[in-house]
């Protein structure tokens, strides 16, 4: 593909190493890239089953969702929630998705699309406007023209990995995405990446990640200095975790088992089933301590050692006489991926 030549011209800057670079098997913009791509109401999304994951965002009360078995044909979906500019950077390899404002410093707004290439087996973003190669798992530039100028980074909104219907309890006034995207897709569950889903193995070599096997789904936090990873498992089992990142104190909250996909593969019409991720949000947790997370059909809620509740919402923990403890936007992800890109991560040792 021509394209791939000024992304890769000699001399162009750089923070990475470029000879790890390589070709993902398909074009420039090979896996297209959502635009502002059609919504329905809820009740309008009839194709949709109780169980299928989605990604679900919430930016300034206007909640939208994007469906996995749509997303694992497209990659990338920019799009525009509540005003704000976002990307929806999605990473089948490494089993991530982010959510990034796409306002970067100086308030330019960039539009992405998959390059087509990967390094350690995680996608290069390539953003239209300048065609610089982004790191997907940082929101940082690695590669191209944006390198000699200010530092960028793009930066991440709170989004969470869930099941239709649950997300539709929360939100029922969330849109979702259309299945008239003007590509013609087999939108199944599991249809792209089952096989790849359901294996143990990477689809591209990676250098060895000790301490988990390298598809162990993740949920990471990184704040400041410090980068610190759970295992999904962990989570789902104890469902409210409070712990320290660096000096900082945090509650996760995972009140629902992993979510299952029962899916057939496109490639060999095989059914397979796997795991997509749970719904996992992180949340400041100040000075609070907390005891344990309540289910309720009106939402889920955390009880503190003095009894107080507080609702957890998708912008923050909502206590009492309205106290609030704002999200923290972490990511879920094969521990390979996180590990490679957070070589000094701690784990967290569900029995320490």
């Not at 679900?56 to 920019?78: K, S, T």
Request: net charge neutral; with cysteine.
């Amino acid at each position: 593909d021509p394209a791939f030549g000024p992304l890769l011209a000699t001399g162009m800057p750089s923070t990475i190493r470029v000879e790890e670079i390589v070709w993902g098997g398909v074009g420039y913009e090979g896996i297209p890239a959502l635009d502002d791509a059609p919504m329905l109401p809820a009740a309008e999304a009839t194709y949709l089953r109780p169980g299928d994951a989605v990604f679900g965002i919430v930016v300034d009360g206007d909640a939208r969702a994007y469906p996995l078995r749509i997303l694992d044909w497209h990659e990338m979906a920019n799009d525009t929630v509540g005003g704000v500019p976002v990307a929806l950077a999605y990473c089948t390899l490494c089993g991530s998705g982010i959510a990034y404002d796409r306002r970067a410093t100086g308030g330019r707004v960039f539009d992405f699309g998959s390059s087509g290439l990967l390094m350690r087996s995680n996608k290069l973003m390539v953003d239209r406007q300048t065609r610089t190669l982004w790191d997907q798992l940082s929101g940082r530039p690695v590669l191209g023209p944006l390198i000699d100028g200010p530092e960028i980074r793009l930066r991440v909104l709170p989004s969470v990995v869930t099941t239709w219907s649950e997300w539709r309890r929360r939100h029922p006034d969330t849109q979702v995405l259309s299945l008239e995207t003007g590509y013609q897709r087999p939108y199944d569950p599991g249809a792209a990446y089952a096989d790849y889903f359901a294996s143990p193995e990477t689809m591209f070599p990676v250098r060895p990640t000790p301490r988990m096997p390298p598809k162990t789904r993740i949920f990471g936090l990184e704040l400041g200095d410090v980068a610190r990873a759970y295992s999904i498992r962990d989570l789902t089992r104890r469902n409210l975790v409070q712990d320290l990142v660096g000096d900082r104190s945090v509650v996760l909250v995972a009140p629902r088992d992993p979510i299952r996909v029962d899916g057939r593969s496109v490639r060999t019409r095989l059914r397979v089933r796997y795991r997509a991720g749970a719904e996992v949000r992180a949340y400041a947790a100040g000075v609070e301590r907390f005891e344990r997370v309540e289910r309720k059909a009106e939402g889920d809620v955390l009880v503190d050692a003095t009894g107080g509740r507080w609702r957890v919402e998708e912008g923050a923990l909502v206590g009492p006489a309205g106290r609030r403890l704002p999200r923290i936007a972490g990511v879920q992800a094969y521990w390979f991926a996180w590990a490679l890109h957070h070589p000094e991560t701690e784990v967290y040792e569900a029995g320490g």
